[in-house]
């Protein structure tokens, strides 16, 4: 795995970008999206993402001892997800509870938005 730090991603430019079953994204909207697609593909992010996106809120606490990895692992995991754009983090204590940010999901769920694309024999 790459020792890189991965850019925070702006929602506001993720927001620009229609459906893409409406219109193809060019280069530039891409490469805005992408770190948060990639962060979702790995297997151990989605479900700490889905266990943090199941309540208001989760402490690290409760999500390390989910998971047969090391803590410093699953830091790094929700690292990823915090610059992706996708959770907000808050140290309280010695502990740090994380909550989904709901607009980067709705503006994924526009971006995959199918239900505007033309249908087969409409004209284009």
Same mark, same amino acid.
């Given at each position: 795995m790459s020792k890189q730090e991965l850019p925070v991603v702006d929602l506001n430019a993720v927001a620009c970008c229609s459906p893409i079953a409406v219109r193809p994204m060019d280069a530039?909207?891409?490469?805005?999206v992408a770190p948060m697609f990639k962060a979702l593909g790995d297997p151990v992010r989605l479900r700490l993402m889905s266990m943090i996106a199941s309540v208001p809120e989760m402490c690290v606490c409760d999500l390390t001892p989910a998971f047969d990895l090391s803590a410093p692992t699953i830091s790094h995991h929700l690292k990823v997800l915090r610059e992706a754009g996708l959770v907000d983090s808050e140290r309280r204590g010695t502990w740090v509870w994380? %909550?989904?940010?709901?607009?980067?999901? %709705?503006?994924?769920?526009?971006?995959?938005d199918v239900s505007a694309a033309p249908t087969a024999g409409s004209a284009a």
């Open positions: 530039d909207q891409a490469a805005v994380y %909550r989904v940010k709901p607009e980067a999901f %709705r503006q994924l769920g526009a971006l995959l």
